[in-house]
């Protein structure tokens, strides 16, 4: 059984870092894209950012330049670095098993989901 665990979240003042992390386990981590997702209250699951299987990375508009994605397929973890945190980040981030090679936006394309970690940014 595949499953995912996120960690690394908590409490951080706007400007400030945090990294997450998603921890794999149940099958071969490195054939499969890996993406991140957050949802804040309200509002609608909403893409972050992934990483393919040859490690090239793709980032929504609003977390480009702030936001970076690594992945060590030998501890088949993958990785969340997020930077100039900005209240408007603060949600529940997932990370996510792809279906296929490449990333994509849309969730329908990712299978297995962790339950999730809370970001919360005071300003």
């Known amino acids: 059984q595949v499953q995912l665990v996120e960690s690394g979240g908590g409490v951080v003042q706007a400007g400030g870092s945090l990294r997450l992390s998603c921890a794999a386990s149940?099958?071969?981590?490195?054939?499969?894209?890996m993406g991140w997702f957050r949802q804040a209250p309200g509002k609608e699951r909403e893409f972050v950012g992934g990483?393919?299987?040859?490690?090239?990375?793709h980032f929504a508009d609003s977390v480009k330049g702030r936001f970076t994605i690594s992945r060590d397929n030998a501890k088949n973890t993958v990785y969340l670095q997020m930077n100039s945190l900005k209240p408007g980040d603060t949600a529940v981030y997932y990370c996510?098993?792809?279906?296929?090679?490449?990333?994509?936006?849309?969730?329908?394309?990712?299978?297995?989901w962790g339950q999730g970690t809370q970001v919360t940014v005071s300003s």
């Open positions: 149940g099958r071969t981590f490195s054939n499969y894209a």
């Open positions: 996510a098993a792809g279906t296929s090679l490449f990333v994509y936006s849309d969730s329908s394309r990712y299978d297995t």
């Open positions: 990483i393919n299987w040859s490690g090239s990375t």
